[in-house]
């Protein structure tokens, strides 16, 4: 009689990938500057630092095509933003939350939030 050895199991790379290997979203937070189209955003995002030769701070702006899917937010409302798969040739971003509305619309934000 000859003993068998058993080879402990490797779990399956795609359930491993999915819980342990997944890389975390990179968020930000901007300002709603068009909300013309449906279902989609335009955020613009606002960074500063220093240049590396002469030290002057420099503002950098970039514009994000973001899915909004609900509607919630609205021209001027600061939001936070979250990447995501592709959706169309420039939306590869989503709308994660209105972190503060803008100051014409203070009361709807309590909606907001609930939904």
Known sequence: MTEQT???QQPNMT???QTDGRTPRRTMTGTVVSTKMDKTIVVQVER???HPKYGKYIRERKRYHVHA???AAKLGDVVEIM???PMSKL???RLVSVVTAAVDRGAEVSEISKA
């Open 91 to 93: 939306k590869r971003w």
């Open 48 to 50: 500063m630092y220093r």
């Open 6 to 8: 058993k080879t402990p």
């Open 83 to 85: 990447s995501t798969r």
């Open 15 to 17: 359930e491993q990938n």
């Open 69 to 71: 899917e609900n509607g």
